[in-house]
């Protein structure tokens, strides 16, 4: 009775360990991202191979953004492993403007002009969105479109996802923009003045919902990523230890009869 009452727990401990999850969770802080290709713009950090734009990169954030720099970034494991990504803290700026009918309504003449002889003024567009698209042996299994938060000084806002992005091998984060945007202005606050003190130019052709942007358009930031993996080198020796142990128990019991 006694060798029976230790050996159901030693089985059960062997099934606990081979049949449980082994989670490994972490954050992807973008502080300790290592480059792998200047050219590709392809860093590397906690087991992840991912895009981070060059151009503006200061070694401690995902930067997104469309002037000399990446729109999107795909997050794949070095060892090809399933994992889940439950949630970021994201942040942004817009220099996106539409074209609106009408003079500037505080009378300031600020960012007025004309387009087909109609008096027209430009206003941020401050409405930037991201895209987030989880992907399983090359099928869309997830995806979410977010408002970014923007703003002259935004902060960072943590944003959960629950299990959205659970089970997956490719996460890919996107900086959405408006189609069909294919002119730069310029620094819009350094337009030529007229005689009266009110800024203008005299015609850009943009009409009415139409956009442009200044020196470039938007950006989107991420200060982390909340991940986690099932991690194949730890379960591997756990299920061989599994069947040892099992093999082990089969033989005594052999033996005794």
Not at 29 to 54: C, K, M, Q, R, Y
Not at 218 to 245: I, K, W
């Amino acid at each position: 009775m006694e060798r029976n009452m230790v050996r159901t727990p030693l089985l059960a401990s062997v099934f606990g360990m081979v049949f449980a999850s082994d989670i490994s969770a972490g954050t992807i802080t973008f502080d300790d991202a290592e480059i792998l290709d200047f050219d590709d713009e392809t860093f590397t950090e906690l087991g992840f191979t991912f895009g981070n734009s060059i151009a503006y990169y200061e070694g401690t954030q995902l930067y997104l953004h469309d002037d000399n720099g990446l729109l999107t970034s795909i997050f794949t494991r070095d060892d090809g492993r399933l994992f889940s990504v439950r949630a970021g803290e994201v942040s942004g700026y817009s220099r996106l403007y539409k074209g609106v009918s009408g003079p500037n309504p505080d009378g300031s003449g600020e960012l007025d002009y004309s387009n087909g002889g109609n008096p027209m003024h430009l206003e941020l567009e401050e409405d930037i969105y991201y895209q987030l698209e989880g992907y399983r042996n090359g099928s869309l299994v997830s995806s979410l479109t977010s408002l970014i938060p923007t703003g002259l000084f935004p902060s960072f806002q943590q944003t959960k996802w629950g299990g959205s992005f659970a089970d997956i091998d490719t996460f890919v984060i996107s900086l959405l923009l408006p189609p069909g945007i294919t002119s730069y202005a310029g620094d819009l606050y350094n337009w030529p003045w007229d005689g009266n003190g009110s800024q203008y130019i005299a015609s850009l052709p943009f009409g009415p919902g139409e956009y442009l942007c200044e020196e470039w358009c938007a950006g989107l930031q991420f200060d982390s990523l909340r991940v986690s993996t099932v991690p194949l080198p730890a379960t591997l020796p756990l299920l061989g230890a599994g069947f040892v142990a099992m093999g082990l128990i089969g033989l005594r019991r052999r033996k005794r009869s």
